[in-house]
C-alpha cells in the first residue's frame, strides 16, 4: 500500500512539474506589452519624425560634443530623434511565420539600438572627462548625465517592446 501511495504521489507531482511548460504562442499579452511601452516611449518624447542619418549623425554629434562641452547647454535633439525613428521602427515592425526572418529583424533593429546607446556613452564618457579635467561645471555636468539617462531610459522602453514583438529576450 505505502509503494502505490508513492508511486501515485511522484505521479502527481510529475505530472504537476511539467503542466505549463509549454510556449504560449497567443501573442495577445506581448502585443499589449508592447503597444504599452511603445505607447510610454512616444509620449515621453512628443518630436518629428526624421529619418535615420545614421553615420552623418554620429560624426554631427561628434563635432559638435568638442564645440559644446565648455558651452552651458548641450543640444540633445539629433539623438531624440534617431531614439524617435528607432521606436517607430519597432512599433511598425512585422513579425513573422519564419524564426529566421524574425532573428534577422530583431538582431536588424537591435543593431540601430545598440549603435545609439553606443554614441550615448561615449558622449557620456566626453562629458566626464570634460568635467574631470576642469573643463566643465558640476551642475553642467549633472544636468547633462540627467538627459543622458533619460534619453538611455526611453532607448531602453524601445529595446523592451522589440524583445517582446519577437519573444527574444538578448
Known sequence: MKKV???LVFTLMAGLALT?????DGGNAEATTTQDIATEAADSSAKDNT???GAATT???ASTT???TNSGSYDFS???KRIDSVTKEVNNAKTSSSTKTNQDRFFALKQKINAIDNDLDSLDDTFEHAYESGDMTFDTYKSRERSIEKLEDQLDLAEDALENKFGIDD
Open 5 to 7: 501511495l508513492l508511486f
Open 20 to 24: 505549463g511548460c509549454s510556449q504560449n
Open 51 to 53: 529619418d535615420d542619418a
Open 59 to 61: 560624426e554631427k554629434a
Open 66 to 68: 568638442a564645440q559644446n
Open 78 to 80: 539629433s539623438y531624440e
